[in-house]
């Protein structure tokens, strides 16, 4: 069964603080692993796929990196409209999991000014 | 705005009683997911149609259904409902497995 851990469950960062989140993961046969932002409330917004160990992503203050066992999403000098939960999740190769992701439980990010 | 929208925003219902929720996919997405989010249990797979057929079924309960309609949209009913069910409920759509996109959720309260 795929499983997804992300670390940690929260985080407080200030201001220009850069920090990275982790996100564990054991599938059968990796399609695509995924990154969202959610803020209280409102559905998730996606930010990135990867899709093989090695790949990175940007997006603004965001980049996300993939290794054969986990993904990391650095987030480099954060603002505070950066709060939110930051959920991953992975997609499968399984026979039964069609299409659907499986998420993480998030980390909840909290910048401070 | 992801283009995926679900109806009712919220809703408040008691115990032992039947709801349905509603979600129209992004124009072109074949694919409609169905999650449930609680504060305890994060976000879990119910269930996902791919053009009116089930694809993939996840941790839905027997007192839950769902159905992919010929226009694509999709209804998840929930039945006999406890307290437990209180959660916020989210409809995805996708084209393959490009990209999966949230609506903005129905929140169910079950009192």
């Known amino acids: 069964e795929d499983q997804v851990t992300q670390s940690p469950e929260a985080l407080r960062l200030q201001e220009g603080e850069s920090s990275s989140l982790n996100c564990s993961y054991t599938?059968?046969?990796?399609?695509?692993l995924f990154w969202y932002r959610q803020d209280p409330g409102k559905g998730p917004e996606f930010l990135f796929t990867?899709?093989?160990a090695g790949e990175e992503k940007e997006k603004e203050r965001l980049k996300a990196t993939l290794t054969k066992k986990e993904s990391f999403l650095h987030i480099t000098a954060p603002k505070p409209e950066d709060s939110a939960t930051y959920l991953c999740?992975?997609?499968?190769?399984?026979?039964?999991?069609?299409?659907?992701?499986?998420f993480g439980k998030g980390t909840s990010l909290l910048v401070t000014p | 705005d992801s283009g995926v929208t679900q109806t009712p925003k919220h809703l408040i219902t008691a115990t032992g009683q039947r709801v349905t929720l509603r979600c129209s996919p992004r124009?072109?997405?074949?694919?409609v997911y169905w999650y449930q989010q609680s504060l305890d249990q994060g976000l879990q797979f119910l269930i996902q149609?791919?053009?009116?057929?089930?694809?993939a079924k996840g941790n839905i309960l027997e007192r839950f259904s769902a159905q992919q309609f010929p226009d694509l949209h999709s209804e998840l009913n929930l039945s006999s409902l406890e307290l437990g069910d209180s959660a916020l409920y989210f409809c995805?759509?996708?084209?393959?497995?490009?990209?999966?996109?949230f609506g903005e959720g129905s929140w169910l309260t079950v009192v």
């Open positions: 995805a759509s996708s084209v393959e497995e490009n990209t999966i996109y």
């Open positions: 599938v059968s046969g990796l399609r695509g």
């Open positions: 990867l899709y093989s």
């Open positions: 999740a992975v997609q499968g190769f399984g026979r039964n999991s069609g299409y659907a992701l499986n």
């Open positions: 124009s072109g997405d074949l694919s």
């Open positions: 149609y791919y053009n009116g057929e089930e694809r």
